[in-house]
């Protein structure tokens, strides 16, 4: 008994000596940080199916506009991406194409629904709007954060005497978002609704 204590005791010091408990702790972070991210877009894909309705009864001629926005809600909610599915690259391009595009039709319908007065006067429009802006800066934030949640995890994985330990009990660097979006990750967006003009960067 006590020898089976003291052999514990041994494999938990060296384990946490090699770095393992911190990397450990350290894919628990980046899996914490992407569900926070999910979080966030759920949140903004559950904005649209209103937003459609409440564009749609002022502004019935941008069918165009509204289909638009309608498929790429689609597109988003096809693509279920957890933690353990995060770690494939291709899928996570795909995602990040996928919110990519929802965002910009979000965009292209904001700038349309300039063109009718009495949808900008209308209260439950002006409320899904404030809930845009505020999801697209949380969004913003949330991938913010899981970038830099993966960079440190990286980073450790790589660095010796970690990285043996993580070849030793196969623990891989884990994608970010791509290239192309990380710039305009680095810079929260500028949503503005109110005051003649949206934009939305993604």
């Given at each position: 008994m006590k020898s089976s204590l003291l052999a514990a005791l041994v494999l938990s010091a060296t384990l946490s000596g090699c770095g393992y408990n911190a990397l450990q702790a350290e894919d628990e972070a980046v899996?914490?940080?992407?569900?926070?991210?999910?979080n966030q877009y759920q949140r903004r894909a559950d904005l649209v199916p209103n937003l459609v309705n409440t564009v749609k009864g002022y502004a019935v001629h941008e069918k165009d506009?509204?289909?638009?926005?309608?498929?790429?809600?689609?597109?988003?909610?096809?693509?279920?991406?957890?933690a353990s599915t995060a770690s494939d690259e291709q899928k996570l391009k795909e995602f990040a194409a996928a919110q990519q595009s929802m965002g910009s039709a979000l965009s292209r319908l904001m700038v349309v629904s300039e063109n009718y007065?009495?949808?900008k006067a209308?209260?439950?429009?002006?409320?899904?709007?404030?809930?845009?802006?505020?999801?697209?800066?949380?969004?913003?934030?949330a991938r913010?954060?899981?970038?830099?949640?993966?960079?440190?995890?990286?980073?450790?994985?790589?660095?010796?005497?970690?990285?043996?330990?993580?070849?030793?009990?196969?623990l891989k660097t884990r994608p970010s978002f791509t290239v192309d979006n990380e710039k305009?990750?680095?810079?929260?967006?500028?949503v503005n609704f109110g005051t003649g003009g949206a934009s939305a960067a993604q």
């Amino acid at each position: 008994m006590k020898s089976s204590l003291l052999a514990a005791l041994v494999l938990s010091a060296t384990l946490s000596g090699c770095g393992y408990n911190a990397l450990q702790a350290e894919d628990e972070a980046v899996n914490a940080a992407w569900a926070e991210v999910i979080n966030q877009y759920q949140r903004r894909a559950d904005l649209v199916p209103n937003l459609v309705n409440t564009v749609k009864g002022y502004a019935v001629h941008e069918k165009d506009v509204l289909v638009q926005v309608t498929e790429a809600r689609s597109r988003v909610g096809s693509l279920r991406l957890d933690a353990s599915t995060a770690s494939d690259e291709q899928k996570l391009k795909e995602f990040a194409a996928a919110q990519q595009s929802m965002g910009s039709a979000l965009s292209r319908l904001m700038v349309v629904s300039e063109n009718y007065p009495q949808l900008k006067a209308d209260s439950g429009f002006r409320d899904l709007q404030a809930q845009l802006e505020g999801t697209e800066n949380r969004i913003a934030l949330a991938r913010k954060r899981y970038i830099n949640a993966v960079q440190i995890y990286n980073t450790d994985v790589r660095s010796f005497p970690n990285n043996l330990t993580a070849m030793a009990f196969n623990l891989k660097t884990r994608p970010s978002f791509t290239v192309d979006n990380e710039k305009a990750i680095s810079t929260a967006p500028t949503v503005n609704f109110g005051t003649g003009g949206a934009s939305a960067a993604q």
